[in-house]
């Protein structure tokens, strides 16, 4: 319905120009948009607003002429100015109902579009060092990057996921350290416990584990405990592989899962580190001062220049994130999205700077960054700050264990990610219409049910006969509910064009409403079969667009609750 008013007052946008109201190289920019007060029809334009000053004319005059030049349409009932010059559009109720057959034939592909047209993109998320669980905020970095990925997919791009493990420098030194000190004996309350050592009940759990001899197999390698206390290389292997496995074990158990695993120390085993130091020095981008390296980052935007290699010879976490987009850019992908937390915010213009003073083509502002900022945990109201198996953090894992994974899943990607969360385990628990979960999942459990009482009484769904009368769909609350259905596909094309999922789970939580004020309204299992059918399918119409919504949020579609 939108495509077609939008073709419509194209049409009418021309003929102005031909009859010489509006000049000939003015853009028709046109946007109708769904309308807040059903009073004022089922969409609204501000076209005649945005075309008043190009045309000289009062904005009502030339929605006036507007209206006027509008070609005749079966699916436009009525046409309405109001206010300063807004033009209302009432669909016809036979035009808005197209939209039910139209679903139940696309049926899963409902929504999808090839408008990508295949360009390839990577996604990386998640991107936790190896170091211990995964937290909170590494469970809403997955959700709503598998979500991102799912989007991209659903509107025709080729979408590799990527996981790029932090398994080198001091972070990492610091976990063998601690999983040595459990191995020796020793419990974070001892004075000879490393000064930054992680003091997780996990880390026992990996000692244990490195003494016994177990073999762990992570994504690219399988190691084996050696059981030496004084070996700390073989621990640090042992350990980064054990917690590359719990943490695999963790996403699996929240549905995601990546097509490449990224080492970073396979930047400094392939000299791609050493080579991106070299570029940036023979570019003339570099300066000794201090005994330290600084890469002139002022010149590509930042707001002072940065150490790349320090006085000790080591770099600074930002170069080898240089070294690895340049890797990233070398295979490929000229469309990189990094969803990361917002604590990342300051290393988005330095990443940038290094890869412009590489000045190998990547253009500016590549990468693309989605972050997310911080979750709080809260149970009866009072924040949540631990977790017996993380000691000081809540993990994914409690999360999932508390309220399940669609809970979960949906909670973390369910708001904007530059907006802080409350993760209320309380309302993620609860069965009730306050949690916008279940309240979503029993509007597809509702048709499901519908269905099955339909059989039952042997008034099962014709249909034929509920694409023939289509026409019996003439409630307002049946053409709410059918309008709500043709914005999905819209939906679904904006929210992967501004990297924001949260957008497909409002309209869910909207459609769920319209549908259960729907219900609740309009009787279904009438008597009268030429009007059961068509409510039938309209329900049927209804519980396709929920399971692919959830789908695309990776949210179970139950049939019972």
């Known amino acids: 319905m939108k495509d077609t008013i939008i073709e419509l007052l194209d049409a009418a946008g021309t003929q102005l120009k031909q009859q010489g109201i509006l000049p000939q190289d003015t853009p028709l920019a046109i946007k ?184 762990i197999t992570a994504d690219d390698r399988e190691v084996t405990g050696k059981g030496d206390a004084e070996d700390l290389e073989a621990i640090q292997h042992f350990a980064v592989a054990y917690l590359r496995r719990e943490q695999d074990l963790d996403l699996k158990a929240f549905g995601v899962a990546f097509d490449v695993y990224f080492l970073e120390s396979s930047l400094y ?83 940038r700077a290094g890869l412009q003073a590489l000045e190998t083509g990547i253009p500016q502002g590549w990468p693309d960054y989605v972050l997310h900022q911080m979750v709080l945990v809260t149970r009866s109201g009072v924040e949540v700050k631990l977790s017996k198996r993380a000691g000081s953090y809540v993990t994914l894992r409690d999360l999932i264990d508390e309220v399940g994974r669609d809970a979960t899943r949906f909670f973390l990607a369910a708001r904007r990610a530059d907006s802080q969360l409350t993760f209320d385990i309380d309302l993620a628990r609860s069965q009730s219409n306050d949690n916008p979960v279940y309240y979503i999942q029993y509007a597809h459990a509702r048709v499901c049910s519908m269905m099955r009482r339909a059989e039952a009484d042997a008034k099962a769904f014709d249909h034929a006969l509920g694409m023939q009368h289509l026409s019996r769909l003439d409630t307002e609350q049946e053409k709410e509910l059918m309008n709500r259905l043709a914005r999905y596909p819209e939906v679904v094309e904006r929210a992967a064009q501004t990297r924001e999922p949260q957008q497909v789970a409002q309209y869910l939580m909207d ?51």
Not at 274 to 290: F, N, P, Q, R, S
Request: hydrophobic letters at 40%; proline letters at 4%; glycine letters at 10%.
């Open 269 to 351: 085993n392939d000299g791609k580190v050493d080579a991106t130091v070299k570029a940036l020095v023979d570019g003339g981008h570099t300066y000794e001062e201090d005994g330290a390296t600084w890469l002139r980052t002022t010149d590509f935007g930042d707001d002072k220049d940065r150490v790349m290699r320090k006085k000790d010879g080591g770099y600074t976490y930002f170069l080898p994130d240089v070294a690895y987009h340049l890797d990233k850019w070398q295979r490929g992908f000229t469309t990189v999205i990094n969803e990361q937390g917002a604590d990342h915010h300051s290393t988005v213009t330095r990443v």
């Open 32 to 215: 109708v948009e769904p309308t807040k007060d059903k009073a004022h029809g089922d969409y609204a334009s501000n076209l005649a607003l945005t075309l008043a000053k190009p045309a000289g004319r009062k904005p009502r005059e030339l929605a006036e002429a507007l209206v006027a030049a509008l070609p005749e349409s079966a699916a436009i009932r009525q046409v309405d100015i109001a206010g300063p010059g807004f033009i209302n559009f009432f669909a016809a109720t036979d035009a808005v109902a197209q939209v039910v057959p139209s679903i139940l034939d696309a049926g899963d592909t409902y929504g999808r579009s090839l408008s990508g047209q295949g360009q390839q993109v990577q996604v990386e998320f998640v991107s936790a060092n190896p170091t211990g669980p995964l937290h909170v905020g590494h469970g809403r970095g997955a959700a709503i990057g598998d979500c991102l990925c799912r989007l991209l997919e659903a509107t025709g791009y080729d979408v590799t996921r990527e996981f790029y493990y932090n398994d080198a420098g001091v972070q990492i030194h610091n976990l063998a350290l601690s999983v040595q000190a459990r191995v020796k004996g020793l419990t974070p309350e001892a004075a000879e416990w490393p000064e930054n050592g992680y003091r997780g009940a996990y880390i026992a759990d990996v000692a244990k584990a490195y003494v016994a001899g177990e073999t």
């Open 511 to 561: 459609l769920a409403s319209d549908f259960h004020t729907c219900y609740n309204a309009v009787k279904v299992m009438v008597d009268d079969a030429e009007l059961r059918n068509p409510r039938m399918a309209l329900g049927l119409a209804t519980r396709q667009v929920l399971r692919n919504g959830l789908d695309l949020m990776g949210v179970s579609a139950p049939e019972e609750m």
